[in-house]
């Protein structure tokens, strides 16, 4: 079983509609969540970190957090085209053998924003 | 500026040579990863760093190795022990693994190819 797990895509949504992607993960005692955007051929850069359950805005993006579920989405409000990328999910989990954490990804959801 | 710089953005390897990619961050940061992504693939870590001449195997360290003499610096070696190499490597940092917190930030990354 992987430990993050997110849908590849092709996500499509046209220009100005709400793109939702979402991460589930299986450690139920993961503390810390992060988003991160790749364009193609890019490095990773992180767009969004959530620690506690609910919403936390930043502009157009919105994490969201159900640590019951074990679950966290990102949606993105008015998408544009430049939106277009792949989305990796991140879950910070503890390593009781050492008392340090370890960086889990997901596979990345790839969303298309069609003008 | 701070970040994270790393080099060459492109690297050719043949067949039984070694290469090292450069790695090097101002950030202040105490913790260094390498992280490789294959197509279609999530991250996966090499090696981490946490502090000044300590490092530590991920899970893929086989036929790689580093060093840290430096806080800034986590070069990383591909040996010719490695026989499928070709992929994007990733180097990031953060402040400290022992955090439950611990964003990571990456490097612009390598792509290396087996010719």
């Known amino acids: 079983q992987k430990e993050v797990e997110q849908n590849s895509g092709p996500l499509s949504v046209p220009e100005g509609a709400i793109a939702s992607l979402n991460c589930t993960y299986s450690?139920?005692?993961?503390?810390?969540f992060f988003w991160y955007r790749q364009y193609s051929g890019k490095s990773p850069e992180l767009i969004m970190s959530?620690?506690?359950?609910g919403d936390k805005e930043d502009g157009r993006f919105t994490a969201q957090l159900n640590k019951a579920s074990q679950y966290v989405s990102l949606l993105i409000r008015d998408s544009q085209p430049s939106d277009s990328a792949t989305y990796l999910c991140a879950v910070n989990s503890l390593l009781t053998t050492s008392g340090t954490y370890k960086y889990i990804f997901g596979t990345g959801t790839r969303l298309k924003v069609l003008a | 500026d701070g970040g994270i710089t790393q080099s060459p953005k492109y690297l050719f390897r043949k067949e039984g040579q070694n290469v090292t990619l450069s790695c090097e961050q101002n950030?202040?940061?105490?913790?260094m990863y390498w992280y490789r992504q294959d197509p279609g693939q999530g991250l996966r870590l090499i090696y981490y760093s946490q502090i000044v001449n300590d490092f530590q195997k991920g899970d893929i360290a086989e036929g790689y190795s580093v060093s840290r003499e430096k806080k800034e610096s986590f070069p990383l070696t591909v040996t010719s022990a490695q026989k499928n190499p070709t992929a994007f490597y990733l180097c990031?940092?953060?402040?400290?693994?022992?955090?439950?917190?611990?964003?990571?930030?990456f490097g612009p990354g390598t792509r290396l190819t087996v010719l």
């Open positions: 959530i620690y506690s359950n």
């Open positions: 450690d139920r005692g993961s503390q810390s």
């Open positions: 950030l202040n940061h105490d913790a």
């Open positions: 990031a940092s953060s402040i400290d693994r022992r955090s439950w917190g611990n964003e990571q930030f």
